[in-house]
């Protein structure tokens, strides 16, 4: 029982299967897990062969279905094309959102503060002084290194999922996503709530490095403030966000 696969958990995750504890009930995760190398991997030349020649007899069906139901396919296109349209026009409108943009510049500015990590190099100088010198122990500069670690894990695994959770809770509210799920919650508060997980993980990641790093002061706390701003910003858009149950993670 305990094996029991959750429906629809994967729909509102980190998508940090690595760390999740609920792999063994995730079908998303045992299907990926169970891949191998060549299964994984996207670009690999006999898939997209294979793909290609089967495209063609795929199209020469669809034509023969289109005739026999009277289906008019350039109509359907017509459809499409409008479709289209309108998802550039709310991808456009969602991109200049005041939440889009906030938590696209703490996406860079966390970029470019792991890209350089100033201060790193120093700590850990620091620290293999204090081991010479016997100031500190060998199991206690481990845990800061493991800490140090875990941290910026973290930090990255973020940077950018924030932005993109936030981006289609936004999308999902101007398209006028109606109720999609069988709780009658929004599927875009969803997306806000794991958006809103993701910015609280960050900022306490933060706050570990800043008491490790404090001579990066500056830098942290204007990362913070971003973060606590776009917080903010995020559960007053979505205000039911924080009630979402997702499958498994809030039962």
Request: charged share 30%; with cysteine.
């Amino acid at each position: 029982m305990a094996d029991k696969k959750i429906p629809g958990i994967h729909n509102y995750c980190d998508r940090w299967c690595e760390r999740c504890a609920f792999g063994s009930r995730c079908a998303v995760y045992e299907n990926e897990s169970g891949a191998s190398p060549e299964q994984k991997d996207i670009i690999n030349k006999a898939f997209w062969e294979r793909l290609s020649e089967n495209f063609s007899k795929a199209h020469k069906l669809l034509e023969q279905a289109a005739s026999q139901y009277g289906v008019n396919l350039s109509s359907l296109a017509k459809e499409v094309e409008h479709a289209q349209e309108n998802e550039a026009r709310i991808r456009k409108e969602s991109q200049n959102h005041p939440l889009s943009k906030l938590s696209w510049n703490y996406s860079e500015a966390s970029r470019l503060w792991l890209k350089s990590q100033p201060g790193m190099i120093k700590m850990l100088e620091q620290l293999s002084d204090n081991l010479t010198l016997g100031v500190e122990s060998v199991d206690a500069a481990r845990e800061k290194t493991v800490v140090i670690k875990d941290c910026l894990a973290v930090i990255q695994w973020y940077q950018a999922f924030i932005h993109l959770k936030l981006m289609r809770a936004i999308m999902g509210k101007l398209k006028g996503d109606e109720v999609e799920t069988e709780e009658d919650q929004r599927d875009y508060d969803g997306s806000a709530k794991i958006g809103i997980i993701a910015i609280e993980r960050s900022i306490q990641a933060w706050v570990k490095l800043f008491e490790l790093l404090p001579d990066q002061e500056d830098e942290f706390l204007k990362l913070l403030a971003m973060l606590e701003k776009m917080k903010t910003m995020a559960k007053t858009e979505f205000p039911a966000a924080e009630r979402f149950k997702r499958p498994g993670f809030d039962d």
